[in-house]
């Protein structure tokens, strides 16, 4: 599982700090780490231990990616 800008390798707490969005992706796919009150586990861990199918994972991933992409764009045009 590859996100964009390695958010793969980063804490699911730090992820949603800076990018609540990707909270409700989550949330879409009944992953429930935006409240969890550890939030130590990185992004590409939390997708993978909840039991999706390969088909869901990678629909998180590309939904996760498009959404990145977007933001990077807005923040090029500003």
Avoid: W
């Avoid at 039991?51 to 090029?76: F, R």
């Amino acid at each position: 599982m590859e996100f964009k800008n390695g958010l793969g390798d980063t804490a699911i707490q730090n992820v949603i700090a800076n990018y609540p969005e990707i909270g409700d992706i989550l949330n879409r796919y009944e992953i429930g780490c935006v409240t969890c009150k550890v939030g130590i586990c990185l992004l590409k861990d939390v997708v993978s231990i909840h039991g999706l199918s390969p088909e869901q994972e990678a629909a998180v991933e590309k939904e996760i990616n498009e959404y990145l992409t977007t933001k990077d764009n807005d923040l090029k045009v500003a």
